[in-house]
């Protein structure tokens, strides 16, 4: 499990993960080839995937005249995610993001996520990005990448941070 950023009770608190404006959203999570495999082999209720391996958002019918997509994996109650020990890489990736610009393979932050917009300059932030950057350039991790190109998205609106190997 990669370590969190931002706290949890602020993650609960801010309704802005994990729904999306369209069903196509590029930021619904991709998933690994592994993590397709967890899928298919264990309990966790099934959902469709995209063709490049997303997890598909439905409509968000919580409440009426409610729009708008959201991962079928969120408990709208309680905001919560219901393979929350089990989320995809991206999931735990996130409010950060692995951007490809060209050949470039660069480490991005989320610009709409309000944490990061509250601490982008602070040494709180400039420390975390350290740990991941290290974290992302480890041996296993750059293998981990290689097997699965389809995670390395042209995100926009992102904050650009260092470029990993
Ligand atoms: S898998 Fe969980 S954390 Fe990831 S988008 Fe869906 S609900 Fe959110």
Redesign the pocket.
Known sequence: MIKQFVPQEICLRCQG??RFKEQNSVW??CLLDEEIQDLVNTDIPKVYLTLDKR?EPVPNGAKEGETGF??????LGDNK????AR??F??QL?PFLINLRGKKIILTADLNCRYVQEKLNTQEFKEYAQYLSQFLNSPAQIKLLKENPQILQAYEEVSEIVELK
Not at 70 to 75: K, Y
């Open positions: 993960c994990c619904s999570p997890i959201v991962c079928p994996f969120l408990n995610c219901k393979i929350y989320r995809p991206e999931c996130y």
